[in-house]
């Protein structure tokens, strides 16, 4: 009866694609357009906090030791932004959620520039705060992409919504120069002008998600599961089994992109300024951090079609060895040789992607659209803290000892994580679930 009840409150714009499938096929279509145009201006957005985020924190602190501060705080932002907008789009929508999320981003970035021209460290720290609202909204922007696909289509709706964040993520680091000359010109420091960047990009990305994701996607998601659910006389025992499945299904998840999650941003954090110790100009870390955030992105697309096929856990193991590679090269790297580093930045995005890609199909699966947003928030929660602690223990790190043995660290965080997921593999259950 409550079902029942449930489904003749859905307004009419809503049931009219419960009833009709080839109007849910089109607004599965529309919806990836619209969350990928707001992927490029977000990854754009993005850029900003990892390419010069740590360089204007040496500048303004004086030294090394904070330098992975910029990132943990706006990590640390981005987990606070990710259980608001988790809980926001699950009871009013993905458009609403998202927007505001971005909207925010973009409020932190102006935030940054300010204190910037001002030399105020404490609105620096606000700022950066602030700004990790852009970020946990950029990732979360890909579960949009999901909702209305059927199980065989998850990762790969999720990474064609990431492979878009490419073209902003990576024309961002390219453009230090321009914006900080942009920045300049108007008597800005310079490392400030890509978060005039951000800002703009940002704005751009909430805009378009606020105006044109309707129907939302998750609304229209959760009145279908209504629909099935009324009709579907599942016994309890099925319930229960399914219950335990979703758990085993978001614990797995949630761990291979915590774990990816750390490690990536530890050494990439730290990446620029040990550049910049060996002589490396801004243009040569835009460059590498360019081929860094490409690699986190542009895969994306191959990545879904693989772990839609060959399965989720096959391909969280693939994150786990890759970024083995990543942290055994970073670590070995000539301090002169752009090509190294370029190749194990390249690998730590590849890792990166692989795990993310793999994570979210694992969530996705192990949820419902009653239970969906608000999983995924709080998995995002999770996973921006790890980045956090990775971000402030990095600097840390390497001013105790060597960003050598920062990378090493990683490689070995990154292997971890493997025997688990080989483990869970042979559970049937697990299985059952993830593929």
Do not use: C
Not at 297 to 324: C, E, N, Q
Not at 368 to 377: E, S, Y
């Amino acid at each position: 009866m409550t079902l029942n009840k449930d489904l003749k409150k859905l307004p009419a714009s809503i049931q009219g694609y419960v009833d009709s499938p080839e109007k849910h096929r089109k607004l599965y279509r529309r919806t990836l357009t619209i969350v990928i145009i707001s992927q490029i201006f977000g990854g754009a957005g993005l850029a900003a906090g990892i390419t010069v985020g740590a360089l204007l924190a040496q500048e303004m602190l004086g030294t090394d030791n904070f330098t992975g501060v910029p990132t943990a705080l706006f990590t640390l932002g981005s987990a606070a932004a990710a259980f608001l907008v988790g809980r926001l789009s699950q009871r009013y929508g993905r458009n609403l959620g998202l927007g505001l999320g971005f909207l925010a981003g973009s409020i932190g970035a102006i935030g940054v520039v300010l204190a910037a021209m001002t030399n105020s460290l404490i609105l620096l720290l606000i700022s950066l705060l602030v700004y990790g609202g852009g970020t946990a909204t950029n990732l979360q922007a890909r579960y949009a992409g999901t909702d209305l696909a059927n199980s065989k289509q998850r990762a790969t709706a999720a990474s064609t919504a990431m492979v878009f964040t490419t073209f902003g993520a990576v024309a961002g680091p390219n453009l230090v120069n321009v914006t900080g000359d942009f920045a300049l010109s108007l008597g800005i420091p310079s490392l400030a002008g890509p978060f005039l960047l951000a800002a703009a990009a940002y704005a751009l990305a909430g805009i378009v998600l606020l105006i044109f994701l309707r129907p939302d996607p998750l609304l229209v998601a959760n009145a279908i599961a209504l629909q099935r659910k009324a009709d579907d006389n599942a016994s309890s025992s099925k319930e229960i089994v399914n219950t335990r499945a979703e758990k085993r299904g978001i614990t797995l998840g949630a761990m291979v992109m915590i774990s990816t999650q750390i490690v990536m941003v530890a050494i990439m954090t730290m990446t620029p300024v040990h550049m910049r110790h060996h002589g490396h100009g801004l243009s040569e870390v835009g460059l590498v951090i360019g081929f860094h955030v490409g690699s986190m992105y542009l895969p994306s697309l191959i990545t879904g079609i693989l772990v839609d096929k060959i399965g989720r856990t096959a391909m969280a193991v693939a994150s786990g060895v890759t970024l083995l590679l990543a942290g055994i090269v970073a670590a070995v790297a000539p301090t002169d040789s752009m090509i190294v580093l370029i190749v194990a930045l390249s690998l730590l995005g590849l890792g990166w992607n692989f795990g993310l890609i793999s994570g979210t199909a694992l969530i996705v699966d192990a949820t419902t659209p009653a239970n969906r947003a608000k999983v995924q928030g709080s998995v995002d929660v999770l996973i921006a803290l790890a980045g956090a602690s990775g971000g402030a223990l990095s600097g840390m790190v390497v001013a105790q000892s060597s960003y050598a043995t920062l990378s090493v660290s990683g490689s070995i965080l990154s292997l971890i994580l493997i025997p688990v997921i080989l483990w869970r593999r042979h559970d049937k259950s697990e299985n059952q679930v993830s593929l």
